[in-house]
Nanobody
Framework: QVQLVESGGGLVQAGGSLRLSCAASRSIFSINAMGWYRQAPGKQRELVATITTSGSTNYADSVKGRFTISRDNAKNTAYLQMNSLKPEDTAVYYC?????????YGQGTQVTVSS
């Protein structure tokens, strides 16, 4: 099964930007959909964004216009560019992949946005 490793999290001030990366252990060319989820303390995990092999994207309303998901199949990596960050974006961000109908998740990377 594919292994996913996130990186790029950290502490940033409100209004700042971060770029998360998700490195896969094998080719993602055949992985139909990749995405990012997040979980804030005391809250349920929520979907942030997804991208298919054809490049079709979908975003949560709360991040539309601020976050951009992308994937580089040649590098086996997916990205989440996060701009205009808000304190409410603070959460652990998880990369996800739909591998033949089974969801795979990374260990997560912490994003903290200070006001």
């Amino acid at each position: 099964q594919v292994q996913l490793v996130e990186s790029g999290g950290g502490l940033v001030q409100a209004g700042g930007s971060l770029r998360l990366s998700c490195a896969a252990s094998r080719s993602i060319f055949s992985i139909n959909a990749m995405g990012w989820y997040r979980q804030a303390p005391g809250k349920q995990r929520e979907l942030v964004a997804t991208i298919t092999t054809s490049g079709s994207t979908n975003y949560a309303d709360s991040v539309k216009g601020r976050f951009t998901i992308s994937r580089d199949n040649a590098k086996n990596t997916a990205y989440l560019q996060m701009n205009s960050l808000k304190p409410e974006d603070t959460a652990v961000y998880y990369c996800a992949a739909d591998e033949y109908g089974t969801g795979r998740y990374g260990q997560g990377t912490q994003v903290t946005v200070s006001s």
